[in-house]
């Protein structure tokens, strides 16, 4: 692919990502959410929308990541990276390797940021982010790290759940694997 058309479809990717972000106009969280959802964005979660744009478009330009939405979040795949996900807002940045319960663990943690909004960061963002280096560090067992309080919550408003040790995504969010979609999800091409 010539360059100038490469940058052109980041360039709409980017686009979408904001779009999709300034302006939420599918949500599953009922009648009249988009208008409460959009001025949530801009008044009480003002700082987590901006800093998930400012990651979002970073991802899409410098890291070639594909904008998807997915239930009311907006999810940037990034490619070719190892497996990862954080939310930062109404912006879902994970591996394009990650499954289905990941993201809903991810949604979990932007529904905390719509609840918290600035506040986010210094109960939410910053415990699960030392956490996180602190785990890595012991080498412990997977499930061990979503016991952690930022975890579990993130995983009950997800909606992920544990059967027999294995962290699964509720049966309506399961990737179809023909389409690497999840119901609920768009696509940006």
């Known amino acids: 692919m010539p360059a100038a058309q490469e940058i052109g479809g980041r360039g709409r990717t980017l686009a979408r990502l904001f779009l999709w972000v ?5 949500t599953h969280l009922g009648p009249g959410s988009k208008a409460l959802l959009f001025l949530h964005q801009w008044s009480w979660g003002l700082l987590n929308t901006l800093v998930g744009l400012a990651a979002g478009g970073v991802a899409v330009m410098l890291l070639h990541g594909r904008v998807r939405r997915r239930r009311s979040a907006t999810v940037v795949l990034v490619p070719g990276r190892r497996w990862f996900g954080v939310a930062l807002g109404p912006v879902l940045l994970v591996s394009d390797r990650v499954p289905a319960h990941v993201l809903d663990h991810e949604t979990g943690h932007w529904l905390q940021s719509i609840l918290l909004g600035p506040f986010y ?37 997800g909606g992920v759940r544990t059967v027999g040790g294995i962290r699964r995504a509720p049966p309506s969010a399961t990737p179809s694997r023909a389409e690497g979609a999840t119901p609920g999800e768009s696509a940006d091409s």
């Open 121 to 157: 960061w210094p109960v939410i963002g910053l415990p699960s982010v030392l956490h996180a280096l602190w785990f890595r560090r012991q080498n412990r067992a997977p499930l061990d790290y979503y016991r952690f309080y930022t975890e579990s919550w993130a995983d009950r408003w």
């Open 22 to 26: 300034a302006f939420p106009l599918q």
